[in-house]
């Protein structure tokens, strides 16, 4: 079993020195690619006029901006499933979970960074400031990381139920080529955004604690406040919708 998740923008701050290396992220054949898109955004950084970076980080704050734009190198290594810090992690808990629990993420659950590409939820990565949607230049971060790395998340995908819970944008970072299981969650009938965030986090927790194992097991899984609403099939995407009740 694998679920695809997003990133988040804000990040906790921290960590530990280390030395970046081949064997830092999965798929370490592929390390070369990720260590050119690193190479490019710090170039890119580095020439950048005060509104590009605007642009790039997705904030005015200066004192943000002054952080971030510093050598990328110098910066300190966390976990990516500690690192992020949007809605979905708060709702995860990560820190909460036992030492089972937390092993069922880490090497379960599958990042879609859009610095670093899709990465292991144990691999370390460092505090960068990404906006979503946002290139280097011309150069479409999305782009770049599906043509590299497509087919060798097929192979280490082919024999695992898949659960996507990437947001949209994520979506276009690896196409999907098998049967697989996403969620969407409505509330007095409109499809919900703030809190489809916070009950992908939620789901995430629950199937750690579970140790869900496969698609049936999901199904079968009971989440508190939510109900089954309909289940949508169409090729190879199976949709659960989900009422929240409260």
Partial sequence: MKILFSPSETKYK????????????????????????????????????????????????????????????????????????GVAYDYLKYSDLNNDEKDYIDFNVIIFSNLYGPILASDKVQDYKLKQ??????????????EHFSEQLDQFLENEDILDLRAG?????YK?????????????????????????GIVLR????????????????EIDNLSIHEIKEQKNKKEIV????E
């Fill in 176 to 200: 999907i080529l098998k049967p697989y299981t996403t969620m969407k969650f409505i509330k007095d009938g409109k499809v919900v955004s703030h809190w489809a965030k916070a009950y992908r």
């Fill in 169 to 173: 944008f994520y979506e276009k970072f």
């Fill in 133 to 146: 949607t946002e290139k280097l230049d011309n150069f479409a971060l999305e782009d770049f990381y599906r």
């Fill in 242 to 245: 989900y009422n929240i009740l």
């Fill in 206 to 221: 629950e199937m750690s604690k579970n140790n869900i194992q496969s698609i049936s097991e999901l199904m079968n899984m």
């Fill in 14 to 85: 921290g960590g530990m020195k280390e030395q970046l290396t081949k064997d830092s992220f999965l798929f370490p054949e592929l390390f070369n690619y990720r260590t050119e898109v690193i190479n490019k955004y710090q170039n890119f950084i580095g020439n950048a006029t005060d509104e590009q970076l605007v642009k790039l980080f997705g904030t005015k704050k200066q004192d943000v901006i002054n952080y971030y734009k510093n050598n990328l190198e110098d910066a300190e290594f966390m976990k990516a499933i500690e690192r992020y810090d």
